[in-house]
């Protein structure tokens, strides 16, 4: 079984109305070329507005609803699973870093509540999320079980497994990462390569495919600490040997389309029976902090 999967690699349009409306767009344009499954990158409606630490920005987490009710519409409308990332206003003083996964009748297929939470110079995530509370659970689809996991999920090599070992079909990472303008080009493709190859090791060690929906453009710090972030796009998926089915641009808005084959993932599993050779009964110290 074949799907035609579309992720849609886009800037911040200045305001959220506009930036929903070109969403919306994109998720259509993608529909009208066959894509059945659609992925939207990390927090897509607003700024990455955790550049800074402002309290006003938790107002983004009341519209939650609203927002989940407008991507159930397109997802209806598209006839598209659909995977989006939302800011979750959970309670007073409780918010998540949330996606949210819509089957094609517009339907909630499931959520999956940010785990990973980083707090670094730029990406002030602690301030905003608390960590999620639903696990690493696949959510089922009508195309499959997708491994939904956001952003810094992505260096976290536990994550993907335990999606892997409950079924994950395919592991999903909307994201928001990109770099200073003031690092040197050696450390910007330290970076880059670094974030493309943990991920990419994530499909070869679990045998399923592996794909990252990343920002693209300069969007400027609100508080003037520092002069912003320069995300570096370059979306992609590897497939469940970890070869290369799709690669964005650094720089350019693009729908990036590719097939995900759903028995390569049984036929790679054959051949590399990493899952069979696990030796579980000598992993205990996975749940130290640190080995002494």
Known sequence: MEIQVALIQQSYKHNKQATKAYTAEKIKEAANNGAQLVLLQ?????????????????????????????FAKVAKECKVVLVTSLFERRSAGLYHNTAVVFENDGSI?????????????????????????????????????????????????EAARIMALKGAEILIYPTAIGWFDADDEGEKNRQREAWIAVQRGHSVANGIPVVAINRVGFEKDASGVIDGIRFWGSSFAYGAQGELLALGSVENEEILYFKWDKKRSEDVRRIWPFLRDRRIEMYSDILKRYCD
């Open 109 to 157: 297929a499931g959520q999956y509540r940010k785990m990973h939470i980083p707090d670094d110079p730029g990406f002030y995530e602690k301030f905003y999320f608390t960590p999620g509370d639903l696990g690493f659970e696949p959510i089922s689809t009508s195309l499959g079980k997708l491994g939904v996991l956001v952003c810094w999920d992505q260096w976290y090599p």
């Open 42 to 70: 990390e927090l897509h409606c607003n700024e990455y507005f955790c550049q800074s630490e402002n309290v006003d920005f938790f107002d983004y987490a009341l519209e939650f609803q609203e927002d989940c009710a407008y």
